[in-house]
């Protein structure tokens, strides 16, 4: 009798393995926030998910590619947290508005992926580049391009686009550490009006200014 030919074996779920590895990140960024890197067992991680070690190491095939899939995941989230809140918006002034709030609404609600980028300057100083600083200079030409346009339509004072972005950038990065580290609790949203009140109206009036 001529045996049947199997056909191919049953076809991978992507969708559920693309959830499996967006909750080993999540534990993952949990275990590493509160143990640090050296004391994080990826069996506790493991653990969390109620699977065995070797599932996680199906999808990270070491501690390292582990802890670094949980901060490209982290930073990769305040992007697209960043670009979702400001889709579509033109004007400049709204435009950093909805990017300030939604930046450090992202890191109010995530306070974990602080403790990673702290870990990861701790821990791997010989790496070239940060993973936060790929990340931003991967959108850098972007949003200086936005700027460049407010400063042609004589929204945004007349001064390099570059010097904007920077000021702006290392103003929100420096909060998110002194807000982890502070005592001082101040809503993010009151705290984002501030920054966008006093960075884009200043401090001196017109007159103090010479």
């Known amino acids: 009798m001529k045996m049947k030919k199997r056909g191919p074996g049953r076809p991978r779920d992507a969708d559920l393995a693309a959830r499996r590895r967006e909750e080993i990140l999540a534990a993952a960024?949990?275990?590493?926030?509160?143990?640090?890197?050296?004391?994080?067992?990826?069996?506790?991680?493991?653990?969390?998910?109620?699977?065995?070690?070797?599932?996680?190491?199906?999808y990270f095939e070491s501690k390292e590619a582990l802890f670094f899939g949980a901060v490209d995941a982290g930073i990769r989230a305040l992007v697209e947290r960043v670009d979702a809140a400001t889709a579509g918006v033109d004007d400049p002034v709204e435009h950093m508005k909805r990017a300030v709030h939604a930046y450090l609404g992202f890191f109010d609600e995530n306070p974990d992926l602080v403790e990673l980028l702290i870990i990861e300057r701790a821990e791997f100083r010989d790496r070239e580049q940060a993973t936060y600083f790929v990340y931003r200079d991967r959108n850098y030409d972007r949003r200086v391009a936005f700027i460049k346009?407010?400063?042609?339509?004589?929204?945004?004072?007349?001064?390099?686009?570059?010097?904007?972005?920077?000021?702006?950038?290392?103003?929100?990065?420096?909060?998110?550490?002194?807000?982890?580290?502070?005592?001082r609790k101040i809503p993010f949203d009151r705290q984002a009006d501030d920054i966008i009140d006093l960075l884009m109206s200043g401090v001196f009036t017109g007159s103090a200014v010479k």
Request: glycine fraction near 12%; charged fraction near 20%.
């Open 29 to 58: 960024t949990h275990v590493f926030a509160a143990a640090g890197y050296r004391q994080a067992d990826v069996q506790v991680v493991a653990d969390r998910l109620g699977v065995g070690k070797g599932t996680v190491y199906r």
């Open 149 to 183: 346009q407010g400063i042609e339509r004589g929204i945004i004072r007349d001064v390099p686009p570059e010097r904007v972005m920077n000021v702006i950038g290392d103003c929100l990065y420096g909060t998110i550490f002194t807000n982890h580290f502070s005592t």
